[in-house]
């Protein structure tokens, strides 16, 4: 076993703390990685705070990493020492079921591995990526392009392939009208991906403070969803509409922004049941949809795609002594637009 540094949750209720977490040494498929930079994704501060479910702790999150391969297992062909590699939300599946097959691995049938807070293949509990170092089998790293600035690419292993999944699975692009709901570390790569695919942007959000950004980053247009004329002037419009946000919305209201056989899809996800009419659905022949990650193959297409389109996350680097009050930056939308760990400061 390798003890390497991190940083953990103690409980759901005390801050991170330095410490220490235990790498399994390395199989035959394996690689391990020296990390270098760690992404801070919502998801992370859900599961330390208990929301999605119960959590053994102490627990290490983190699950967008990029880092250099420093060791390889003898039967490892895919990575080499030296290579720049990340790992996003799952280090493991089943491999046999029908949606491993298809390379659809985070809708495994018997359940993905998570890169923390699951159990692993020896029964131990995952550990994430806010530490120095981390034991992956090769199937489930992914190759980063040298034209992405490293730090950048970090968040693409969550944040982007999030947003790209259901951008290319609804086939969002030219002729396509797009909406995304929310400019923060999913959505400003939503924007980025939907324009770089040719569609026309919207930016749907609770102000017009973020409009000078949100245009920047590649929307055509941008409106406050305070205002109640926003839904009159905007009804029957979009053909997709990705909702990033991880709080409760008005469904109803949204579906009715949605043209005749458009789609709304929550990549976010809010610890409470969201209420929906199906009335709703039924006026234009509408429907409301979930998307997970993506699989390792199309995950590895959107990292290609981002060095081919010039695209990487907007990010704020940060020490690891930072984290604690990153999370509570993030809790009050106060991020431009992903927060980063230099790795090098967990010890």
């Known amino acids: 076993m390798l003890t390497v540094s991190a940083y953990a949750a103690p409980s ?7 410490t220490t977490v235990q790498r399994r040494d390395v199989g035959p498929k394996d690689v391990l990685i020296a990390i270098r930079y760690a992404g801070i994704c919502h998801s992370d501060i859900h599961t330390v705070l208990g929301e999605w479910g119960p959590v053994q702790y102490p627990l290490t999150v983190g699950h967008e990493i990029v880092g250099e ?6 039967q490892v062909t895919r990575h080499a020492v030296g290579d ?8 493991n599946s089943c491999r046999e079921c ?11 049938l018997n359940g993905n591995v998570g890169t923390y807070a699951s159990v692993d293949r020896d029964g131990t509990i995952t550990q994430g990526g806010y530490s120095t170092h981390i034991v992956v089998d090769e199937d489930f790293v992914l190759k980063v392009p040298e034209s992405i600035p490293y730090e950048a690419a970090a968040p693409l292993l969550c944040a982007g392939i999030t947003t790209y999944s259901p951008l290319r699975h609804w086939k969002a692009g030219k002729g396509s009208r797009v909406a995304v709901v929310g400019l923060g570390g999913l959505g400003h790569m939503a924007v980025k991906f939907a324009h770089a695919l040719g569609a026309e942007v919207t930016v749907l959000s609770q102000s017009l403070r973020k409009k000078e950004d949100g245009l920047r980053l590649g929307a055509d247009h941008y409106y406050a969803t305070s205002d109640p ?55 234009g022949r509408t429907s409301f949809a979930g998307s997970s990650i993506g699989g390792i193959r199309e995950t590895q297409e959107m990292l290609d795609f981002c060095a081919e ?21 993030v809790l009050a939308s106060d991020v431009r637009y992903r927060f980063v760990i230099d790795a090098s400061t967990f010890g």
């Not at 720049?84 to 280090?91: D, E, H, K, S, T």
């Not at 419009?237 to 409760?248: K, M, R």
């Not at 789609?263 to 659905?281: C, D, I, S």
């Open 229 to 283: 004329a926003t839904f009159t002037d905007l009804a029957r419009s979009f053909d997709l509409i990705i909702n990033t946000v991880s709080a409760p919305l008005d469904l109803d209201a949204y579906l009715g922004l949605l043209a005749l056989n458009g789609t709304m899809v929550n990549v976010g996800a809010p610890p409470e049941a969201l209420p929906l009419h199906v009335f709703t659905l039924f006026s």
């Open 98 to 108: 029908e949606s491993c097959r298809a390379g659809e691995e985070q809708y495994c």
């Open 12 to 18: 759901a209720t005390d801050p991170l703390v330095p």
């Open 84 to 91: 720049r590699v990340g790992v996003g939300c799952m280090v």
């Open 309 to 329: 389109h010039g695209i990487a996350c907007d990010v704020e680097l940060i020490a690891a002594d930072a984290i604690n009050e990153a999370y509570e930056r």
């Open 69 to 74: 391969v420093v060791e390889v297992g003898d």
